[in-house]
């Protein structure tokens, strides 16, 4: 019997290496940067342009599918996630890296069927390491298995989390307090490499051994999730609760105490769901 699945996620490790050719070449010129809902929330031609390429070439395969991405949404179109074979896609995850040609750039794709994430991949483009993950079959860097740290001290790991500017003051002073109730623990760390995707693949991959934030997108996460859970580690909630792909809040840790733990030093702030109109930060 034919595995559909198996040939949507070859064709769209094709299309992440198509993809990720653009975004090397137009990193070689001068990038047009626009801004989306303030200053620092940055979108480039080349995000719009390697979305029409993903969109087009996986819809003229699988025209049946539905899709939800990050500058299709930013257009208009709905984030609303369906039981359809769906492709949740950021074209360049990492934006703000890429005008600034910080190396963390990837393109990422996660692929749901009835609102379960069945495979995603990460392509992180200037590096050339391709993320693979299928759920039951594992995760993959360029082919060769990759699996979490396993660490379950919360004191020996190496935490990665995004730092950004807040329109809500006492979301910024919250993001702050939390910075420094994490490093008081103490941990070995925090680092902020500018990627959520990326970030999740260094936690799958062991380079990390933590990652948590609010305020993300499917696009940031359906991706990466995968690589996570079958690198062997957890992707929780940031209350500690079930993951929920709409909810722009995750931990992806090497562990679940580690994970568990994390959740008690995080404190929430509110920030909407990719399915509603609450929030569109």
């Given amino acids: 019997m034919s595995d559909p ?76 996630l369906t039981d ?16 600034h040609r910080f190396p963390f750039v990837a ?17 992180s483009c200037i590096e050339d390491k391709m993320y693979t993950a299928r759920k039951g079959k594992g995760a993959f860097c360029n082919g060769v298995p990759i699996k979490v740290s396993g660490q379950e001290d919360l004191e020996r790991c190496l935490v990665l989390t995004e730092v950004a500017f807040k329109n809500e003051p006492q979301h ?27 970030n999740m693949c260094m936690v799958a991959s062991g380079s990390a051994d933590a990652y948590y934030h609010m305020g993300i997108h499917c696009w940031d996460m359906a991706g990466g999730a995968v690589l996570v859970t079958e690198a062997g580690g957890v992707v929780l909630d940031v209350s500690g609760g079930p993951f929920d792909l709409m909810s722009r809040r995750l931990i992806a840790a090497g562990s679940r105490a580690v994970a568990e733990r994390l959740a008690g030093y995080v404190a929430k702030f509110p920030v909407g769901r990719d399915d509603d109109d609450a929030d569109g930060s």
């Fill in 84 to 99: 359809d074979p769906t492709w949740i896609i950021d074209p360049i995850d990492g934006t703000t890296n890429f005008v």
């Fill in 172 to 198: 910024f002073d919250t993001l702050m307090a939390n910075l420094r109730r994490i490093v008081s623990i103490p941990v070995h760390g925090i680092r902020s490499p500018g990627s959520a995707a990326v």
């Fill in 5 to 80: 699945w198996q040939e949507c996620m070859e064709h769209c490790v094709e299309v992440a290496k198509q993809a990720g050719k653009v975004i090397r070449e137009a990193l070689e010129g001068d990038i047009a940067v626009m801004h989306k809902s303030s200053q620092v929330d940055l979108v480039t031609e080349t995000d719009q342009r390697v979305e029409k390429l993903i969109i087009s070439s996986i819809r003229s395969k699988f025209p049946s599918h539905s899709f939800i991405g990050e500058e299709s949404v930013a257009a208009g179109e709905s984030s609303v």
């Fill in 107 to 123: 393109v990422s794709i996660g692929f749901t069927v009835k609102k379960e994430i069945i495979f995603g991949v990460v392509y």
